[in-house]
C-alpha cells in the first residue's frame, strides 16, 4: 500500500487552488455603480445592498458565522427596513465610512478627502 504524500511533496497546483478559494470562501464586498450601494456577493449569488460598507462588513461577518445560510440576516435586514421607515422614507442617505479604505485612519464625519493619505473617498470607491 502506498502512503499518501507528505504536505510539502504535494503538487504546486493544489496550493494555488487554495488560494483562488479565499474568494469563494469569504465572499467579497463590491459596489453598484448604479444602486450606488454596497453589495456582498459570494459565488453567483448576492447576499443584499447596503448604505455604507461598514454595514455589508457587518453582515457579510453574519453570513460567514451561519455559513452563508441567507436567513440568518432576513431578520436583521427586516429590523433596519422598519427602523428606516420610521426615521425618514424620502431622505436620501449617503455613503459614510468610519475610516477611510485606503490607509485606515479614522475620518471625520462628512470628510470627502483623507487628511492623512490624501485619496477622494468617492473616487477611491467608484474606482475599486
Ligand atoms: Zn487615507
Not at 44 to 62: L, Q, R, V
Not at 76 to 95: A, E, P, W
Amino acid at each position: 500500500m502506498e502512503l499518501p504524500p507528505f504536505p510539502e511533496k504535494r503538487s504546486k497546483g493544489r496550493i494555488k487552488g487554495i488560494k483562488v478559494n479565499k474568494k469563494e470562501r469569504e465572499g467579497e464586498i463590491l459596489f453598484d455603480h448604479k444602486k450606488r450601494g454596497f453589495y456582498i456577493k459570494k459565488s453567483d449569488e448576492i447576499f443584499g445592498y447596503y448604505d455604507s460598507m461598514t454595514e455589508a462588513f457587518y453582515y457579510k461577518k453574519i453570513l460567514m458565522e451561519n455559513n452563508w445560510d441567507a436567513s440568518s440576516i432576513k431578520k436583521k435586514i427586516t429590523q433596519r427596513v422598519h427602523i428606516n421607515k420610521k426615521l425618514d422614507l424620502n431622505k436620501k442617505y449617503k455613503v459614510k465610512l468610519n475610516y477611510c479604505p485606503n490607509c485606515r485612519s479614522k475620518l471625520k464625519i462628512d470628510e470627502k478627502e483623507c487628511h492623512s493619505c490624501g485619496i477622494n473617498i468617492e473616487e477611491y470607491l467608484y474606482s475599486n
